[in-house]
């Protein structure tokens, strides 16, 4: 069976499954107070159809599989679907993103299911700020989610926070801070828009200025190369005498597009080559419509026909946003 290799010669080796657009929290950037118009029940990928698709990617070279939402651990059988996922042969890792709301419930169970790489949604350390970015307030169960990962003995916990200017960027030395005693990861994520365009201009903080912040607040960056090239797009780092690492994602000021070996399987089955821009190839129509798995892979011929070169979003671009994050996954 032919690898994944794209009309720019990447191959895709990684995919993300977003198993459902809704959640339990509601994110200032990701979705609007007032919530969503969700997918309909019988539009959302059944699992089985899920494995499908995954079965056949691997096929086809891909090792890795995210799963990410909205909030994964809200859409009953998550727990399940992972153990299935990890079964599949070809697939030699399983992550998920979470919000951790209620990680401190499922972990012991995803830990037995399989899943050993944790990564968790965190931007800010205070519990009234933290209660205005996601409208909940909940910072505490976040917290009990983390330490209970830590507790069983996940590999790999890392802690994503998107940066925003004038709402967190004042806690970037006490999200460091962490990696001194905990072994995770820290990583930061540049904002990236999705529904407000000039708003998004005003709060965007760019890598480039977290890093000089962080070396002129808290310490030298010293890089740390894990031999990992699949890892992704973070860049790692530790600060002398720390434990954990600090990294970096730079989805807009120096993209990793030429490296990118993803696409993502939204949770209404169509799979979408990049995060941004529309383009995506429905595979629930072709599933319930009776599709062989030679038709299947004719369909992911088609993603890798449409993935683009690169997204080209600059702050000065002309405007040109995400769609929702919560039904493709992040
Ligand atoms: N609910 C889970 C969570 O929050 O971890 C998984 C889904 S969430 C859509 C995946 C990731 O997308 C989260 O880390 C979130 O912070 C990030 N995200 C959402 N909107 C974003 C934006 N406008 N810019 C950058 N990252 C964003
Ligand atoms: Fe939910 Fe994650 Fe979006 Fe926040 S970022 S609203 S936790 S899906």
New binding site residues.
């Given amino acids: 069976m032919t690898e994944l290799v794209d009309s720019f010669r990447r191959t895709v080796k990684y995919m993300r499954v977003s198993l459902t657009d809704r959640?339990?929290?509601?994110?200032n950037y990701?979705?609007p107070a007032w919530g969503m118009h969700w997918m309909e029940k019988d539009t959302l990928l059944s699992y089985d159809e899920m494995i499908r698709v995954i079965e056949l990617a691997a096929k086809r070279g891909v090792y890795k599989i995210r799963v990410t939402?909205?909030?994964p651990l809200v859409r009953k059988g998550a727990v399940d679907f992972i153990r299935r996922v990890g079964q599949v042969e070809g697939i030699t890792e399983v992550a998920m993103t979470t919000?951790a709301i209620l990680l401190k419930q499922y972990a012991q169970e995803l830990y037995d299911a399989g899943l050993r790489h944790l990564n968790i949604?965190l931007d800010s350390l205070n519990a009234d700020k933290f209660a205005a970015i996601?409208r909940g307030n909940q910072l505490e169960r976040v917290w009990e989610g983390i330490n209970e990962a830590i507790r069983i003995g996940f590999p790999s916990v890392k802690i994503n926070c998107v940066a925003q200017k004038g709402t967190n960027d004042d806690e970037i030395a006490d999200f460091v801070n962490l990696t001194r005693d905990m072994r995770i990861d820290m990583r930061f994520i540049e904002f990236m828009p999705v529904s407000d365009w000039e708003n998004w201009r005003k709060r965007y903080i760019g890598i480039e200025e977290i890093q000089q912040r962080i070396t002129e607040g808290v310490g030298e960056l010293i890089p740390v190369y894990d031999g990992d090239v699949a890892a992704g797009p973070a860049e790692n780092f530790r600060i002398p005498g720390y434990v954990g690492r600090v990294g970096f994602i730079h989805a807009i000021s120096n993209h990793f597009c030429d490296t990118c070996n993803r696409v993502r399987l939204t949770a209404d089955g169509k799979i979408r080559p990049c995060l941004f821009g529309k383009i995506e190839v429905d595979f629930r129509e072709a599933i319930r419509e009776g599709a062989t798995d030679a038709e299947l892979n004719d369909l992911f011929d088609e993603v890798l026909q449409i993935k683009p070169d690169a997204h080209n979003i600059t702050m000065e671009s002309p405007e040109k946003m995400l769609t929702s994050?919560?039904s493709i996954g992040?």
């Fill in positions: 959640c339990n929290l509601r994110c990701c979705m939402g909205g909030e919000n949604s996601t994050m919560t992040g």
